[in-house]
């Protein structure tokens, strides 16, 4: 596992794009696992400076993002669908038929982690995940708990994952009680993660993770058994570890 840890906010997210940019200039047909919340934001819009600086294009990229809140509709303002498009895909030149975030609106959510699970075959192997972590631990949106599930699926969010995300809500109360996740099997299927932590909220888990136990009551733990992973890091976010 190669941590990294950055004074530097921009430095950070320079290095997080740099890996993704080279990813794409070495194999433009690229399948990128994506993720949403604060931790990639940064990533992106310097992407998105790099796509307009003519330095990559995403013409022929595909994309599967990790998850969706169930219950909004894809235009939600909060939905991870509209998250995508306003802070990646609206910018680039990637085919929105190129791009998947689960529908977390499916009449059959059974059906719909099924038929994701398909999709992540048939694109994959996903070249390069882009993970955050939740304070619990949480990778994707597979929280903490007695044995994790492999594949793409339906999962209740701890109330400190709604707490953390009532940031963007009015309340709440209108942080949905549900996702879809894809599993942990399909995350540590990617050829390479790339994990971003920011902010001394994150220490604690950064350091159980990266060096305590592999255990299930910390999924990113698993990331410990992933031949190519590389950790980005502010200095508050890595100030736990020796
Ligand atoms: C988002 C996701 C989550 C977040 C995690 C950290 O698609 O899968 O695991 O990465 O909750 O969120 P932030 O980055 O907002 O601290």
């Known amino acids: 596992m190669n941590i990294r840890i950055f004074e530097h906010e921009d430095d950070l997210n320079a ?35 790099m796509y307009h600086r003519n330095l990559i294009s995403f013409a022929q990229v595909s994309t599967v993002n990790l998850d ?17 498009n306003k802070h990646l895909f609206d910018e680039v030149d990637i085919p929105l038929a190129n791009t998947r975030v689960p529908n977390g609106n499916a009449p059959d959510l059974q059906a719909e982690c099924a038929a994701y699970d ?35 699926h339906v999962v209740e969010l701890d109330e400190q994952t709604r707490t953390a995300n009532a940031r963007f809500f009015d309340s709440i109360d209108d942080v949905p009680r549900q996702a879809i996740t894809m599993g942990v099997a399909s995350i540590m299927k990617a050829r390479q993660i790339l994990l971003i932590a920011r902010g001394g909220d994150k220490a604690d888990i950064i350091r159980r993770a990266f060096t305590g136990p592999i255990t299930t009551a910390c999924p990113a733990s698993l990331l410990q058994c992933h031949p190519h992973v590389v950790v980005l890091l502010d200095r508050e976010a890595g100030s736990r570890l020796s």
Do not use: C, W
């Open 118 to 152: 398909r999709l992540i075959d048939d694109r994959g192997p996903v070249d390069l995940q882009l993970l955050g972590i939740g304070h619990n631990g949480h990778i994707g949106f597979n929280e903490p708990a007695e044995s994790l599930i492999g594949g793409t």
């Open 15 to 49: 290095a997080g794009a740099g890996i993704i940019a080279s990813l794409l200039q070495t194999k433009p047909r690229a399948t990128l696992g994506l993720a949403t919340g604060s931790s990639p934001v940064g990533i992106y819009r310097h992407l998105t400076a």
């Open 68 to 84: 969706e809140y169930v219950g909004l509709s894809s235009d939600h303002p909060e939905s991870y669908r509209s998250f995508m």
